[in-house]
C-alpha cells in the first residue's frame, strides 16, 4: 500500500520560512514525478511545482516561481518543498502527491496517490 506523509506545516508571519517534506512508503519513489499542490478556504486545489524521477528538473506556478523550491532525497524516500519569503495568499493546505510518470507533472489526474495535507497558515 502507497502511503505519502507530510509533515512540517504550521503558523509563520509573513516574510518566513518552512520547509514541508513528504515521506514516500509503499513503491518505488526513486522512479516517479512527485508534485506539491495546495489548497485555500473555499478555493479549489492548486498546483504547485512538480519534480522528476531523480531530482534533475523541476517546475512551478508562476506565483511561487524564486521562493519555493522541490528537492528529494531518493535515498530516504522523502520529497521537499522549502518556501521562502511566505506570503499571506500562501495560506493553505499543502498536499504532497506521487505520479507513475517519470517527468514532471502539473495536472491532478496525473497523480495517482496523495498524502493527507499539512496546514500553512501565514500571518500578516
Known amino acids: 500500500q502507497v502511503q505519502l506523509v507530510e509533515s512540517g506545516g504550521g503558523l509563520v508571519q509573513a516574510g518566513d520560512s518552512l520547509r514541508l517534506s513528504c515521506a514516500a512508503s509503499?513503491?518505488?519513489?526513486?522512479?516517479?514525478?512527485m508534485g506539491w499542490f495546495r489548497q485555500a478556504p473555499g478555493k479549489e486545489r492548486q498546483f504547485v511545482g512538480t519534480i522528476n524521477w531523480n531530482g534533475g528538473s523541476t517546475y512551478y506556478v508562476d506565483s511561487v516561481k524564486g521562493r519555493f523550491t522541490i528537492s528529494r532525497d531518493n535515498a530516504k524516500n522523502t520529497v521537499y518543498l522549502q518556501m521562502n519569503s511566505l506570503k499571506p495568499e500562501d495560506t493553505a493546505v499543502y498536499y504532497c502527491?506521487?505520479?507513475?510518470?517519470?517527468?514532471?507533472?502539473?495536472?491532478?489526474?496525473?497523480?495517482?496517490?496523495w498524502g493527507q495535507g499539512t496546514q500553512v497558515t501565514v500571518s500578516s
Open positions: 502527491a506521487g505520479s507513475n510518470y517519470r517527468s514532471e507533472r502539473q495536472y491532478e489526474h496525473e497523480y495517482r496517490y
Open positions: 509503499g513503491r518505488t519513489f526513486s522512479n516517479y514525478a
